[in-house]
């Protein structure tokens, strides 16, 4: 809105207005204009209506899955959810390695003063989720239609791979405690490390183990059957 404008320093308000105008440039200097219109002179918009309206549940249903996770970490709106899931595959249109999920992780942790890490950690469970589902749906379709051996082998093999995933989260969130992460806490041998700042060591030791703590958090949804089935559903 306007007053969020207004409250951005003038240098940061410009140059995300420089930045906004060069990529629009980009994305449009090589468009055909007039086989673009002769194209939208042949669509069918009914068909295109219906397209959107999946689109928009489909992202809805995934705004819900999305909040069922993020429930241990506190309570969120499905609002914020299916906002925050757009912003993630906006940006995953725009930007290569899927950087739209970081992105979206980022924005939502500032909002809601949680860390990345425990967020970024829900969104793999999302993965892992979503290759699980077309791991069971695969297998559904192998009773009902003829299905390439090659697809068969996939589907096993990747369905295998997030099942031991899950399992292996599933374990993580429930049995690394601060306690246990203390215990995992290396300790440097004289003979090893004498060459080390213990002070530094053991600050990037206490780093490392925070944000490890934060990810398992972010795992609590895979811990409680009843959350791990509603967003597998």
């Keep these: ?41 042949g669509i069918q918009w009914n068909i295109l209506f219906l397209a ?27 609002r914020d959810a299916f906002v925050y899931v757009n912003i993630g595959y906006m940006a995953n249109n725009l930007l290569p390695f899927r950087l739209g999920e970081i992105i979206r992780a980022v924005l939502l942790g500032q909002k809601k003063a949680i860390n990345t890490s425990a967020v970024v950690a829900t969104i793999v469970l999302e993965r892992l989720l979503d290759m699980l589902s077309l791991a069971a749906l695969t297998l559904i ?12 082998q996939t589907a096993l093999v990747f369905g295998g ?8 989260l599933w374990w993580v969130a429930g049995h690394l405690s601060s306690a246990g992460m203390e215990r995992l806490q290396p300790s440097p041998e004289p003979n090893h490390a004498a060459h ?7 600050r990037v030791l206490q780093i490392a183990i925070s944000v490890g703590l934060l990810f398992t958090k972010g795992l609590a949804a895979v811990r409680s059957p009843r959350q791990a089935a509603a967003a597998d559903s």
């Design 196 to 202: 080390l700042d213990r002070a530094k060591l053991k």
């Design 161 to 168: 791979i997030s099942l031991l995933a899950v399992a292996g």
């Design 141 to 152: 379709l192998m009773l009902a239609m003829p299905i390439a051996p090659l697809m068969k």
């Design 52 to 78: 959107t309206v999946l689109c928009l549940f489909n992202l809805l249903i995934r705004g819900i899955r999305w909040q069922i996770l993020l429930a241990p970490l506190g309570p969120f709106a499905v």
């Design 1 to 41: 809105d306007m007053n969020r404008l207004s409250s951005l320093p003038k240098p940061q308000l410009w140059l995300g207005l420089v930045i906004s105008v060069i990529f629009v440039f980009l994305a449009f200097r090589n468009v055909r204009w007039v086989e673009q219109v002769t194209a939208l002179k």
